[in-house]
């Protein structure tokens, strides 16, 4: 029987009341010391689906084509701020093959961004934003009909730069004030100022950093269909249950006729946490127009309007003893949240909680502004927050004149700083270790001497990483034995390129005693998977996996149960390996489908949820990276010419794919740390550089010499499977151990993200240690 | 833990061994007291997805389009047996458009119909055989292609005829022999010699009945579509799984590799029982040229290669004492089952069973010919031998001056004359008193000779109906509850026309306590769904509906328990009625989804087998048709006025869509009877009316009026639910009670149906009662 508890769920410093039914079986855990060898689980796994991918056979949302099928394109504001005064569509509705124009004049008032706005506004908030959607028998014909609607638009005073926008006279991005919820997120813990009193050093420094843009292979995309009153759509997205609901709620439609579907994606990082308009765009207009309509996005559109890491300007000081111990840790952030806001950002996580310090503030200042509304990216906050942290941790390591890495072990936190309570693992003392280990942390300035020259010089740094871990529930799954001894795995998760499908079928298999090439894992839609959640938080597989492993647990109890009347073996002696039972005593082996020929379609459902998470531990993830770089002074070019990267996340269930999570991560970083930055005009309040030519993501030209390793670390206090998760952790020391090595190379520091030629040379121009303060 | 146990089962006097796993619930039956009043089973309930349906927007197999489709199409064999010599198929691959060409030539080796062929066999036993596949971008250009094969044909020796085909020297259709198993199958009990000796009264008589086509709606076809190494198989068939394990098998491919899907379907009449050589056609087509290939079956195709009712030559010989009761029965059959068969046919099964005789023998012989192979047809076997069996009965009763029913009351039989096991319900009497009630059976010799002129003479004639009855296990059903207080019910049955998904929302609705509407069902899908049988055979509801009884009060018990702790109201006082909770002590409501929105995400899935049926019981369905005919005695027409057709199959679920089931059983009976019959040429060995306009099927002007009621008995040793299957019994009695009203208005009977006007003018010109021997 469910049992149901109310319990209070921790979020960066907050304490939430929740309900939590208490469902999950009762497994004894996979823990460290592999009470039973496995087979798949551990082992390189290339992806099950590698061949349909590389192949083209896998559908991505964009190849989902149907008969009939419309396209839909979105007409969007010039403007950063404006009213629409009149809005005519007449010409582009009697162009040849245009079957229908949406704008607000003919549309559903559809509530949007927590009621800020709607699905199409008069109200315009940022250049980009939606304004009428075209739907007609051919894509070229959507963007000669683009062109044909005529809008007068009433400008309006607009704002780009946060720090501008909390000024008293600031142009309104919304009525209520541009500082979300009218005040700042505080986080308070000790007495701030006895802690600073107690410091024998304080150091201070201003960390600016730049607005990122996700620019994921799949721009984001939705094809809806009509089948009577069910509603369906191929959404590329993180969360097919999440656009279910939201998607149910705008149309008011029940949630058992909405079903999503998304088989193959072209990775999220966080932007597509949850429905775009141009989903409810897509399904509005398919209803109307009694055909399937599909509306993507181009990479322009997508990097103005669909999501972005906030640019930040955090003020960070920190008060230590002479030892290193910290004694005080003040931390604001202004973050620019654009247009809408979901819910506050933030950078002050890893401050809060990455190391022992008793007396701590921190503020953190959403500010609206006319530009495309933020969203999750890869790690939020984290990414931000470490940088500034970790920058400012190394500057109080020179003050102190200590090993930056020394530093970072003074103040180890052995328990959470926020809830004081243990944690289950932490394996960041070994990342510590081996990553000096690797990147010759002990020899680095002999390397430095030897290597660098009159103009160019070599640096070391490194940075560390926390964050959340294991997920939790609720996540369901479902494992069918079919009668010729195959399994299918039956979730409601996605796989966003992660490797999802092969994650799950290797913990199938395992937990089955099944040949891998004998399970089959189906994903990726609503109406008949059981909900998963979204693919966001480093989530999935130790939310998913532990819920797979009990479902596949109860199919293998029976079919042991059934195996062991069929064959009259007593049940205790019964097992299976590889798909066979083994008889224990005689040690013969039967086939599974052996038996099913005697028990004509008999099925087995087994059925597994997720359980709760402990209450009286902590879940983290931790990690540490560490860069050298060679700085050149001539041109101010920085050439990360290594990052070695070792992170701790529990088990390690497949190490191919989690070495493209840590090398994927860290390049990510790395065009954070170097390259990539989204350039808003603030005299006009345009993104002036929404395309791959100008936005400039790193190519396999930048890609560093990067050693990945995980200290595989099972945990069987986080979840039966001993997972945690690793798709944010990778992204978030990079661009700080980046940053330090430049420093360590300069012998002083930039503030400011990304460390482009031209604030490299400027700084050096300088020619004088900065904190920061003069960025502002 | 599910219990296996080894069981014997029954199928028309044979006794098999088999395994059965008992795991269905143990759920208190919905029986005939109602212990609780029902809100949605047993009322009239329009179907679910009849707006789709009227609307276009369902998806049937014919309406599968897919990106880069491709059209297949069949060459077919012009003679009744031949051999191929060669076959060129060059000229056609080169007809631009023309992607592949399959054949004998090119195509692995697949055994088809029990190995008696293969997939392309160069020996061909039928004229409509397939020889060849061309695939190409439309259809225009496959049909220009397949006049470009080039087959050289040696003829060989054939046989139409069954009872010439068992003369031994006749044309081998196959090197065994042309009599299936080299046997007759034989079926016997008592004394048969002793009977007879012991009988006051013999009749005898020899009937023909014609081999009838099936002519569903929508015709065979199948598409088929690789994703990577998954096939996808769009298929109108009455069984997903069962396409899903023969698909697997002739390719060599792993069950969890193969989905077969179907949503929508126009009948199938047992013709769509199993994959089609089309299916797995479109198959390798697909694989072959890496794009998805449709192959739909034209009527003409339809008619001569997929399936139909084997024509028979029976002779019946009834022994019976004085006063009606039955002492002796023999009944020889001669089936003709065409070039293949996949089982023996047979024509015995009502004359085993229906009446209580002591002294019995049957013989039915299965014989091959060169004609399209038979298939299963909405109660095989049964509707044959129905006639043979009733009108044999109504010879009877005018040879000791009885009153038919009087005659079938006498030889009522109170448990089954096999297995001497009681019944678990019988309610033939009610069907045989309300149905003379209905159709003025005390008054007809006043009607008769009212209504009956010089030309036209009026009569009634009645019939009863036996069938097997409600299903079995392996069934199963999930039920999820999605947090708005909807549920989805997963399944893997089809609804092949009949209303399924109607009355399993019903049952579902009904053990939730939720409102219909809140209720959708999800079938039709290998890979998703979990196993239920074939529909055919009456089954579905009688299988699939207790195991989705089953899931819904899982998830039922789960929702309460998960509520009462939520709710804070004690488990035994809580209960839910029209998706709210229900605190009996205070009679306060609360929506389901209320408590949801505190369980973030949270989701029930409930799981439901079918359990087995009783061992000791014997489970039927029963029916009386009467009908009220007159015959034109100048033009031979005979003209049906009225059809009174009661039936009691268990719990009448969904009255609307049971009705539905009766007037279609009543017209497919009617055809039979009266119009509808293969025409085969001897000479020539071809069947010359495969199309619409020359086999005659009912149209709306032959519809009589038909009055149609069911006797509600709801039957709880049958299975939880109490329903038996209504999709065949209303097709069994309706020949034989026309046949008979003929007889009676005539005063003379005709032995061969269908009862066409010039049989019937032949019959009055001859001006003397028959046999049966001269037509043979």
Known sequence: MPKVIKTEVEFEGRFYEEYIVLEGEDLSPWGPDRDREFRFVGKPQPRVDGPERVTGAAKFTHDIQLPGMLYGRILRCPHPHARIQRIDTSK????PGVRLVLSAENAPEIPWRMGLTQLFDRTLRYAGEEVALVVADEEEICYDALDLIEVEYEPLPFVVDPVKALEPNAPKVHESGNLLNGAPEVYERGDL????EEAD???EGVFRTQSALHNCMETHGSVAHWEGDTLVIW???QHIFGVRAQVAQALGLPLNRVRVIKQYMGGGFGSKNAAGKYTVMAALAA?????????????????LATGNRPSTVQTLKLGAKEDGRLTAIYHKSILNVGAYAAWPASASGPTKRLYSCPNLKTEDYSVYTNLGPFSAFRAPGYVEGTFALESMMDELARKLNLDPLELRLKNYAEIDPITNKPYTTKGLKQAYERGAQLIGWEKREEVKKTRSTKTKRVGFGMASQIWGGSGGPPAYALVKINPDGTATVITGTQDIGTGTRTALAQIAAEALGFPLERVRVELGDTQWGVYSPLSAGSMTLASVGPAVRAAAEDARAQLLDVGAQVLEIPRDRI?????EFVDARSGERTPVQTIFEKLLNYTIVGKGARGPNPEDKNINTFGAQFARVEVDLETGRVRVERIVAVHESGRVVNPLTIRSQLYGGVIQGLGYALTERRLEDPRRGLVVNPSLETYKVPTVEDVPDIVAEMVDMPDPEA???GVK???????IPTAAAIANAVADALGFRVYELPLTVDRVLMALQRGEPSRGEDNK
């Open 92 to 95: 582009a509705e009697k162009l």
């Open 235 to 237: 959404d590329s997205t």
């Open 287 to 303: 209803r109307r127009t009694g055909r399937p309509v599909q509306v993507l996005l181009d990479r322009f559109e997508e990097n």
């Open 719 to 721: 979840n039966p499977l």
């Open 725 to 731: 998760g690793v798709g944010e952790p990778p992204i």
């Open 201 to 203: 050093v304080v150091v």
């Open 575 to 579: 097992s299976l390996e590889q798909g």
């Open 193 to 196: 100022e006895k802690g600073f």
